[in-house]
């Protein structure tokens, strides 16, 4: 089972970007996808996940970032509006079984992390 992130980058802030996560080895249609961003020194941290129940997100991100999911590609995306240097970070994609958790015990499979820099 394998979890890999892309879509990372440099970007203005402001500036969009659209991260996806592409799920294989087994179907995740049941899983909660849920993305978490990590910076040096930091915890991970909950960013924005969606399960059958729909999505749900961090009140940093709330009105600027969208999460979605097409279970015919087992892929999840996170589109990232408005992006604010505080923005920077690796964003993880993680999947574990039933709903969203915003704590990372519970989740199964990890992504190996795409990096973010938004710049000022």
């Known amino acids: 089972v394998q979890l890999v992130e892309s879509g990372g980058g440099v970007v203005q802030a402001g500036g969009s970007l659209r991260l996806s996560c592409a799920a294989s080895g087994r179907t995740f249609s049941n899983y909660a996808m849920t993305w978490f961003r990590q910076t040096p020194g930091k915890e991970r941290e909950f960013v924005a996940g969606?399960?059958?129940?729909?999505?749900s997100y961090a009140d940093s991100v709330k009105a600027r970032f969208s999460v979605s999911r097409d279970n015919t590609k087992n892929t999840v995306y996170l589109q990232m509006n408005s992006l604010k240097p505080e923005d920077t970070a690796v964003y993880y994609c993680?999947?574990?079984?039933?709903?969203?958790?915003?704590?990372?015990?519970?989740?199964?499979?990890w992504g190996q992390g795409t990096q973010v820099t938004v710049s000022s």
């Open positions: 969606i399960s059958w129940g729909g999505g």
């Open positions: 993680a999947a574990r079984p039933g709903m969203v958790a915003r704590e990372r015990i519970g989740y199964t499979y």
